[in-house]
């Protein structure tokens, strides 16, 4: 997993690319996020566009990072996701629960 942060305005973007899953993905991707958060960066958008593969540890990783920013006062939002991530998330129900964009401007303006 690779994890290029940048910002745009008072947004982080996290632009991840590789799988994430069980193990070193999902691990250094919660690490990327609680630092940020320590740094007080807490509007958070992670762009899975080259994000091919994502099982329930790379969910469980998401939805713990949106609910350590929500309790820091912050918010993560979810941009290009692929259509197995969208339709893993619309099973679990998490759709209704984290905001999901297609395009970076909207996402962008919806902080």
């Known amino acids: 997993m690779e994890i290029n942060v940048r ?7 996290l632009d991840l690319k590789g799988n994430l899953t ?12 609680d630092e940020l958060l320590a740094r007080g960066r807490t509007k958070l958008l992670l762009n899975l566009a080259a994000v091919p593969v994502l099982d329930s540890s790379g969910i469980g990783a998401i939805i713990k ?3 350590t920013a929500k309790k820091d006062g ?26 999901v964009f297609d395009d970076e ?3 962008l303006a919806s902080f």
């Open 7 to 13: 910002t745009a305005g008072d947004v982080t973007v």
């Open 22 to 33: 069980l193990g070193a993905g999902e691990q250094k991707m919660r690490e990327v996020i």
């Open 65 to 67: 990072s949106f609910t």
């Open 74 to 99: 912050g918010k993560l939002k979810l941009l290009n996701l692929s259509r197995l991530a969208r339709q893993l998330l619309s099973i679990t129900g998490l759709l209704s629960v984290l905001e």
């Open 105 to 107: 401007a909207s996402a």
